[in-house]
């Protein structure tokens, strides 16, 4: 674990979801690492490496989607196919180990924000799951920015919307597009290596910190 920032100037929590409170979905990457058997020795780093190259180009694509007024067409399809291959829907999320207890406790004395690509609709259903809805000030999702990370629109949303100037803020997630929002924003930026991102490509991205884990977070901020 390294840390390049002052825990005592932080405010505020942001969350990225998937990754970071989510577990990433077992079911479609073990299906996907089949496919990808006889391209590569190691599917599963292919994999991971594919996702992370492809994110900023399809947060993009979503953006264009918003602005023709087609996202919602989208997503209604998405979550129809995930059901039909028996994937994880929403209200069936498997949180990360040590994550609900760990927001439970960060609430007593930090402001707390979800700051994802996901739906209002999944985003909600995750924190009404396990019952952490009340933790969180805000939650901005898809559907609450024009533009998605790694622009730092969304981090700069969630800060307004908690009253906290965002250079108190930390922006957590598990990709670089997680680290380049909240650095872009002009946050600290933690990352973690329990979802799709890898050591080295965080901390070239910026992160002011990386943990194993979301987990790890309360040893960080001195809880």
Known sequence: MQSHFDASTIRAILFDLDGTLIDTDDAIINAWTERLRWLSPNPRRLLR?????????????????????????????NDRLRRL??????????AVDG?????????????????????????????????????????????????????????????EALQVPVANCLMIGDTTVDIL???????TAVGVLCGFGERAELEKAGADAILETTAELGRLLLI
Not at 56 to 73: G, K, R, W
Not at 85 to 94: I, Y
């Open 49 to 77: 490496r594919l996702i992370m190259a492809s994110e900023t180009p399809t947060n993009a694509f979503i953006t264009l989607l918003d602005v023709l007024h087609l996202d919602d067409d989208l997503f209604s399809l």
């Open 85 to 94: 291959r028996g994937l994880r829907t929403p209200a069936n999320f498997l």
């Open 181 to 187: 929002a909240g650095k872009r924003a002009g946050a």
């Open 99 to 159: 994550v609900i207890d760990l927001v439970r406790t960060l609430a007593t004395r930090y402001a707390l924000a979800v700051v994802t690509t996901r739906s209002r609709r999944d985003t909600h259903a995750f924190l009404a799951q396990y019952h952490i809805g009340d933790c969180f000030g805000a939650t901005i999702t898809h559907e609450d920015t024009l533009r998605l990370k790694p622009h730092p629109e969304p981090v700069r949303r969630a800060a």
